[in-house]
């Protein structure tokens, strides 16, 4: 991370966060109203957001969601004084990838943003080896994945996934035709405590499902098994 966004409308808030952001290295720009946050996240390019809910002219929900409308994934951690799981819930169901209540440490915030950051950025693309060709590669349907290269393709066109959704697509890729419940996911791909719940295991399948499904809400490769999991599978072809 090089550059960071903080969007809040308490000026103690930004001022801390400035400070002790800009002690890691890192270059802060600062917005104190959703407005204005939109407009620097749309004209400049940022490494990492931290959104308050709570703010004037555009909420922190719907700062996420024109920025996720228009295409722009950089991380965002949301800032919320409030201690509801509802709140949390459509945050990040809406786009963001974290959030943190407040009063927060300043050290657990750079914690969680590194963490996020991690899982969030895609490894680059390399070419595979022609020796790597034979025995390291995934194919299910019309998805080929090249774990060692961290590549995806459809049908011959790369997709572009975030390190921890090209990781999952391979655990199930690599599983097909096995139910996999969220428990398992979280301790064969999830290796950060901080996110080890259920509600990750559904919003990272949501996500990659709009990457690999011709039609997310009626998926054809990653289905859901009520009260199971997640079976992946070879698509039925249509007649």
Not at 212 to 225: C, G, M, Q, R, V
């Given at each position: ?22 002690k890691?290295?890192l ?20 490494d ?28 965002i ?36 943003m ?28 019309m ?21 921890k ?26 290796q950060d ?16 499902r ?8 009626n ?16 698509p039925?072809?249509?007649?």
């Amino acid at each position: 991370m090089k550059k960071i966004l903080v969007v809040d409308d308490e000026p103690s808030i930004t001022t801390l966060l400035k400070y002790n952001l800009e002690k890691e290295g890192l270059e802060v720009e600062v917005a104190f109203d959703g407005q204005h946050a939109v407009e620097m996240a749309t004209s400049q390019s940022f490494d990492f957001i931290v959104l308050d809910l709570m703010l004037p002219k555009l909420d922190g929900f719907e700062v996420t969601k024109k920025l996720r409308q228009q295409h722009i994934e950089t991380p965002i951690l949301m800032l919320t004084a409030k201690d509801e799981v509802v709140d949390k819930i459509i945050g990040l169901e809406i786009g963001a990838d974290d959030y943190l209540t407040k009063p927060f440490s300043p050290r657990e915030l750079l914690a969680r943003m590194r963490a996020v950051y991690r899982r969030m950025t895609p490894v680059p693309s390399t070419p595979p080896e022609e020796s790597e060709l034979v025995n390291e590669k995934v194919e299910v349907g019309m998805l080929l994945a090249y774990p060692q290269q961290y590549t995806v393709s459809k049908a011959g066109t790369d997709l572009t996934l975030t390190k921890k959704e090209f990781e999952l697509l391979v655990y199930f890729m690599e599983r097909k035709n096995r139910v996999i419940d969220r428990d398992t996911l979280i301790q064969r791909v999830w290796q950060d405590e901080l996110y080890n719940n259920s509600r990750t295991v559904d919003i990272h399948v949501s996500h990659l499902r709009e990457k690999i499904e011709d039609d997310p809400k009626n998926p054809d490769y990653l289905i859901t098994i009520r009260g199971f999991g997640y079976k992946f599978q070879e698509p039925t072809a249509n007649d």
